[in-house]
T-cell receptor
């Protein structure tokens, strides 16, 4: 298994631009999580899905952030418009029920200038 | 919701010594407690986990203990090696579709020669 696949690995964009992060979970996993990691705030859960349905999006910082999971093998996190304070590493993780632990993707390092 | 506190935030030990990281949680319904290791620039990776029906679990040089009465759990690393240097995160969750992991703030472990 290739694990959780995220793209792109690095993204540099100008303030105001739209950014789309992509995630392919491990086949058979039914839960998917989006995290943001910064030095100041650590690992923050933004949103998570179970069986493609959003369960909790209370961590999404603002309306500028949105996430979708159109099918079991793909999810996107979109930021529109992006701001410098959105600069962080964004991780996607998946699990077969969180009871078995999460597998994290390699992350997307986002820099908004 | 669940709240997980982790101590210490940084820990420096000499090679060969033991390291202990402690976490407390608030939700008595939590029953799954994984530990993740994150090396610099890499993804968090699950290294060991424990469920509430077990008080202790060991895997080579690492062990985790759980005290449900006191609502705390600990990671023990014996005979530390330079490659153990990383940030370690504890986490806690209940089970069930709507459950999610709540992470601690991380412990930066430095193993010196």
């Amino acid at each position: 298994d290739a694990g959780v696949i995220q793209s792109p690995r690095h993204e540099v964009t100008e303030m105001g631009q739209e950014v789309t992060l992509r995630c392919k979970p491990i086949s058979g996993h039914n839960s998917l999580f989006w995290y943001r990691q910064t030095m100041m705030r650590g690992l923050e859960l933004l949103i998570y899905f179970n069986n493609n349905v959003p369960i909790d999006d209370s961590g999404m910082p603002e309306d500028r952030f949105s996430a979708k999971m159109p099918n079991a093998s793909f999810s996107t996190l979109k930021i529109q418009p992006s701001e410098p304070r959105d600069s962080a590493v964004y991780f996607c993780a998946s699990s077969f029920e969180q009871y078995y632990g999460y597998t994290f993707g390699s992350g997307t390092r986002l820099t908004v200038v | 919701g669940e709240n997980v506190e982790q101590h210490p935030s940084t820990l420096s030990v000499q090679e060969g010594d033991s390291a202990v990281i402690k976490c407390t949680y608030s939700d008595s319904a939590s029953n799954y407690f994984p530990w993740y290791k994150q090396e610099l620039g890499k993804r968090p990776q699950l290294i060991i986990d424990i469920r509430s029906n077990v008080g202790e679990k060991k895997d080579q040089r690492i062990a985790v203990t759980l005290n449900k009465t006191a609502k705390h759990f600990s990671l023990h690393i014996t005979e530390t090696q330079p490659e153990d240097s990383a940030v370690y995160f504890c986490a806690a969750s209940g089970t069930g579709t709507a459950s999610k992991l709540t992470f601690g703030t991380g412990t930066r472990l430095q193993v010196t020669l």
